[in-house]
C-alpha cells in the first residue's frame, strides 16, 4: 500500500470514529420493536404451553374419578411439543398458532420499552 493510501485510510477511520450518541428515546423505540419482533417469533410456543396449563388445570379439578378411569379416557397423554404443534395447526389452521399476539404486544411493548429506557439511562 502506498503512503497516499495509507493517509487516506486513516483519514476515513479517524472520521469514522465520531460516534454520535444516540438518545435514550431511540434505545427504548427499538427495544420495543424488538419485544415485539421476538413475541411473534415465539408466539406459536406460548400458544402450546397456555394449551398445556389449560389441560392440567381442567384434569386436576376431576378429582373424583379414579386413576384407571382417567387413563382410560386419556386425559394424562404426555404430548410434546411438536405434536402439539401439529395438532394446533390441523384443528385451527396457521392462525391458531398465533392466536393472541395482539395481547402479547400489549403486554411486551411497554415492559421493552421502559426497560431499554431506563437501563440506557442507568448507564448514563
Not at 12 to 31: D, L, M, P, R, Y
Not at 86 to 93: A, F, L, P, R
Request: net charge positive; charged share 15%; hydrophobic share 35%.
Amino acid at each position: 500500500m502506498s503512503n497516499g493510501q495509507g493517509s487516506y485510510l486513516q483519514h476515513q477511520v479517524a472520521q469514522n470514529t465520531e460516534i454520535k450518541e444516540k438518545s435514550s428515546w431511540s434505545h427504548a423505540i427499538g427495544g420495543a420493536i424488538a419485544g415485539c419482533a421476538s413475541s411473534i417469533l415465539t408466539q406459536p410456543f406460548d400458544v402450546v404451553k397456555t394449551k398445556m396449563i389449560g389441560t392440567t388445570n381442567t384434569s386436576s379439578q376431576i378429582s373424583a374419578v379414579s386413576i384407571q378411569s382417567m387413563q382410560s379416557l386419556n386425559m394424562y397423554k404426555k404430548v410434546g411439543l411438536i405434536d402439539s404443534l401439529k395438532t394446533i395447526y390441523q384443528v385451527e389452521g396457521l392462525k391458531g398458532l398465533w392466536r393472541g399476539t395482539v395481547p402479547t404486544f400489549w403486554r411486551v411493548l411497554p415492559v421493552c420499552f421502559c426497560f431499554l429506557l431506563q437501563f440506557r439511562n442507568s448507564k448514563n
